[in-house]
């Protein structure tokens, strides 16, 4: 049945709000947007404000700790989440799946660390930054796929996704073993109690989530104050979630951890991921000139980002695919997995994290990575748009071989 004019353009409206926030991408189109405003904001009348607000104490933290070590732990918590999701029942499953994102990853995090060592050698008091460069921002670089639609096959973001959670889980073990200030044995302790109480909830078959975050928040205070970085404590919290939950009675998708991974995935994306980048990308631009931005530090950990990444993630997935240790992503081009090895240079949020935990109160050194990040990320996801929007897409890479990700 026909229905009214009057009434068709309102369900039009619903739909595509609808559309766009169930979209896994439209969270790094909203990064973006927050993106261009923190930096507007920093080098506008109103910077004196936003950096102030930034360091008033609320609690015993400053309002960026209480963001970059609680917020952000929430947001941990998520990751952590999607991985025990995809290393136990997801895309990344089996050994054959990961195969191929997991040795894309590994390049892209060793090359563009040797990259960034290579051009700040001579600068010893910055080689604690090597990780910076390291890691893939998976909200940002869906969302250039998001804006680029059909152009690029669903194989391929797929690979993306598996590739950015792997490397995701290699910047959460660098966090853990080289940015880790001294211990507080006894706080560490307590911590692991909590961790042995939540592993025993699991054991018992506990199915509703408010002891398992409760403890969660008790586990996050002490992961705090023992000296390794708070965040940490999500993805401990995470890791003892229940995947299944009685499973005759129950479908996994409404399993302890799916639900948990439900909730959490529109507040991160909407609210703690924008909060984060608008606390963290605003960097005054004013006297900034060529010799800044060409000094070690920044241009170190913008080439690791645009040059090392997009190396690495190439060079090491078109080894492994030579090598036969890998299949092809389905219906792929070598110029469009070139793009997307682009793409992985797009770092931001958690090179600006891991930048944040490199130069601690060191205000001059933060101002230049968060540069060095931005400049980075744009020329990679510049670049890659360009080059995937332009992409032939006739010839398949290999088409001799089994596909992977159909």
Same mark, same amino acid.
């Given at each position: 049945?026909?229905?009214?004019?009057s009434d068709?353009?309102?369900t039009r409206?619903?739909? /595509?709000?609808?559309k766009?926030?169930?979209? *896994?991408?439209?969270?790094?189109?909203?990064?973006m947007?927050?993106?261009v405003i923190?930096?507007?904001?920093?080098?506008?009348?109103?910077?004196?404000?936003?950096?102030?607000?930034?360091?008033?104490?609320?609690f015993?933290?400053?309002?960026?700790?209480?963001?970059?070590d609680?917020l952000?732990?929430?947001?941990f918590l998520l990751?952590g989440?999607e991985?025990?999701? *995809?290393? /136990?029942?997801?895309q990344?499953?089996?050994?054959?799946?990961?195969?191929?994102?997991?040795?894309a990853?590994f390049?892209?995090m060793?090359v563009?660390?040797?990259?960034?060592?290579?051009?700040?050698?001579?600068e010893?008091?910055?080689?604690?930054?090597?990780?910076?460069?390291?890691?893939?921002?998976i909200?940002?670089?869906?969302?250039?796929?998001?804006?680029?639609?059909?152009?690029?096959p669903?194989s391929?973001?797929?690979?993306l996704?598996a590739?950015?959670?792997?490397d995701?889980?290699?910047?959460?073990i660098?966090i853990a073993?080289?940015?880790t200030?001294?211990?507080?044995l006894?706080?560490?302790g307590?911590?692991?109690?909590?961790?042995v109480?939540?592993?025993?909830?699991n054991r018992?078959?506990?199915?509703?989530l408010?002891?398992?975050?409760a403890?969660g928040?008790i586990?996050?205070?002490?992961?705090?104050k023992?000296?390794?970085?708070?965040t940490?404590?999500?993805?401990?919290l995470a890791?003892?979630?229940?995947?299944q939950?009685k499973?005759? *009675?129950?479908?996994a998708?409404?399993s302890?951890?799916?639900?948990?991974?439900?909730?959490?995935?529109?507040?991160?994306?909407?609210a703690?991921?924008?909060i984060?980048?608008?606390?963290n990308?605003?960097?005054?631009?004013?006297g900034?000139?060529?010799?800044?931005?060409?000094?070690?530090?920044p241009?170190?950990?913008?080439?690791g980002?645009?040059?090392?990444?997009?190396?690495g993630?190439?060079?090491?997935s078109?080894?492994a695919?030579?090598?036969? /240790?890998?299949?092809?992503?389905?219906?792929?081009?070598r110029?469009?997995?070139?793009?997307?090895?682009?793409?992985?240079?797009?770092?931001?949020?958690?090179?600006?994290?891991?930048g944040?935990?490199?130069?601690p109160?060191?205000? *001059?050194?933060?101002?230049?990575t968060?540069?060095?990040v931005l400049?980075?990320?744009?020329?990679?996801?510049?670049?890659g748009?360009?080059?995937?929007?332009?992409?032939p897409?006739?010839?398949?890479?290999?088409?001799?071989?089994?596909?992977?990700y159909?």
């Amino acid at each position: 049945m026909d229905l009214p004019k009057s009434d068709l353009r309102p369900t039009r409206r619903i739909s /595509l709000m609808r559309k766009f926030f169930d979209s *896994e991408a439209s969270g790094g189109i909203i990064l973006m947007g927050v993106t261009v405003i923190a930096l507007a904001i920093a080098n506008s009348p109103l910077a004196d404000a936003y950096f102030g607000l930034l360091k008033t104490y609320v609690f015993g933290l400053s309002v960026l700790h209480w963001i970059n070590d609680a917020l952000m732990a929430v947001f941990f918590l998520l990751v952590g989440l999607e991985i025990k999701r *995809e290393m /136990l029942d997801g895309q990344l499953s089996t050994w054959p799946r990961r195969m191929l994102p997991g040795i894309a990853a590994f390049g892209g995090m060793v090359v563009p660390a040797l990259v960034y060592l290579a051009i700040t050698w001579n600068e010893p008091h910055l080689r604690q930054g090597w990780a910076i460069p390291a890691a893939t921002d998976i909200a940002f670089a869906l969302g250039v796929l998001a804006i680029l639609g059909t152009r690029v096959p669903t194989s391929l973001k797929i690979f993306l996704t598996a590739l950015a959670i792997l490397d995701d889980l290699g910047a959460i073990i660098i966090i853990a073993l080289f940015y880790t200030s001294d211990l507080s044995l006894m706080m560490l302790g307590a911590a692991v109690l909590c961790l042995v109480v939540l592993v025993a909830f699991n054991r018992f078959g506990i199915a509703s989530l408010l002891p398992y975050l409760a403890v969660g928040a008790i586990l996050w205070f002490f992961v705090l104050k023992s000296g390794i970085h708070a965040t940490l404590a999500g993805v401990a919290l995470a890791l003892t979630i229940p995947l299944q939950d009685k499973p005759k *009675e129950t479908r996994a998708e409404d399993s302890p951890l799916h639900r948990l991974e439900h909730a959490l995935h529109k507040p991160v994306a909407y609210a703690i991921i924008p909060i984060f980048g608008l606390a963290n990308a605003g960097v005054s631009l004013s006297g900034l000139s060529l010799d800044a931005l060409l000094s070690p530090l920044p241009l170190g950990i913008a080439m690791g980002l645009f040059i090392g990444k997009q190396l690495g993630v190439y060079a090491f997935s078109e080894l492994a695919i030579r090598l036969n /240790l890998a299949d092809v992503p389905a219906g792929a081009t070598r110029v469009q997995c070139y793009g997307v090895a682009l793409l992985c240079g797009i770092g931001f949020t958690m090179s600006l994290f891991i930048g944040a935990l490199a130069f601690p109160d060191q205000p *001059e050194l933060g101002d230049a990575t968060k540069i060095g990040v931005l400049m980075g990320s744009v020329l990679s996801a510049v670049a890659g748009y360009v080059l995937l929007s332009i992409a032939p897409r006739e010839m398949p890479l290999r088409p001799s071989r089994p596909a992977a990700y159909n």
